[in-house]
């Protein structure tokens, strides 16, 4: 009874991990086109964006169901309880990111600059970067990597790095081209928006040291802000 005990509790959070996958490539696919909808003004690809969420949200529904099965009926014990806490905590900021995609999705249509200005030049490559977040850090919670972990929580001072550099930019590029003001004002909200989704990354990274080894990040690494 104790094996398939035990058996049962480890398919169930393979199922369980097999879900925060699902969300996290959902997610980053989602953040991918939201940057390529606004640099192309695509906004069928927006729309697309924006109607995809639906399914993020229906995964993290399936994560909250699953868990509370298996605290309910496999009493998880050590190892495996906070394999469960950290999936239920995760799969809420997950979908938080893809929140994120779709509201820089929903600002396309307000945004039409006429020829190419740096602040929106360098919001493809701050994307970049909150992608592979996203992407290393679930990387490191599928292999419970408390250094990959910690590395994509180093990164997030350059997604801040970005932020500071577009908002500078465009403070500027607003008082010197008034008529840009309102476009310019959804591009700042777009990279707000990415510095919110290497926030939550860097959230993510904590949780899976956490699961990873049971300790707490009392403090983030120097640079860091708290979510």
Known sequence: MANHTVTAVDSDIGRLRGLISEMG??????????????????????RAVVAGDARIDALEADV???AVRIIALRAPMADDLRDVIAALKIAGVIER????????????DGMEFRGKIEPLILVP???DIARSMVHDVLDAYAARDKELAIEVIRRDDQVDNFYDSIFRN??????????????????????????RIGDHATNVAEMVHYAATGDYLQDRLAGQKSA
Do not use: W
């Open 125 to 127: 490559a701050m994307a």
């Open 97 to 108: 990111i893809g929140d994120y995609a779709k509201n820089i999705a929903r600002r396309v």
């Open 64 to 66: 909250d169901r699953l």
């Open 170 to 195: 465009l403070v500027a590029h607003m008082m010197e081209n008034p008529a840009t003001i309102s476009s310019a004002a959804n591009l700042l909200f777009v990279a707000r928006n990415l510095e």
């Open 25 to 46: 490539g959902l997610a980053e696919d989602a953040i991918q086109k939201s940057i390529a909808s606004l640099m192309q003004h695509d906004l069928d690809l927006a």
